[in-house]
């Protein structure tokens, strides 16, 4: 069992960064997949990037490859979403999610936060 809290998110203009931070309890596995996710009203969540647990290695969406990052601490059980140059598009609830299967796709995720706002003026 694991449980995700996101926090970070706010209220930028346009351009400039945020850190999207996610406090896991519980035990990831080696395979277990760190995703971010975001949704806007009346769409569904999108992914944005993810990290295997074990290996550090990531896999990122075209639409943010190069501005946004993602990480993982394992001695403090947390994962990160650095979000550079920010866009009024990149508004929306963020979430932090995780597949212990390895997988990427919202529909496998096994644990869900309960997201976070970030809120981009132009």
């Known amino acids: 069992q694991m449980q995700l809290v996101e926090s970070g998110g706010g209220v930028v203009p346009a351009g400039d960064s945020l850190k999207l931070s996610c406090e896991i309890t519980g035990r990831p596995y080696s395979s277990t997949v760190l995703a971010w996710f975001r949704q806007v009203p009346a769409k569904e969540r999108d992914f944005l990037a993810g990290?295997?647990?074990?290996?550090?290695?990531?896999v990122y969406a075209d639409h943010v490859k190069g501005r946004f990052t993602v990480s993982r601490d394992q001695s403090n059980k947390m994962a990160y979403l650095q979000m550079n140059s920010l866009k009024p598009e990149d508004t929306g609830l963020y979430y932090c999610a995780a597949d212990r299967n390895g997988g990427f796709d919202a529909s496998g995720m096994d644990y869900w936060g309960r997201g976070t706002l970030v809120t981009v003026s132009s």
């Open positions: 990290i295997r647990w074990g290996a550090g290695t990531s």
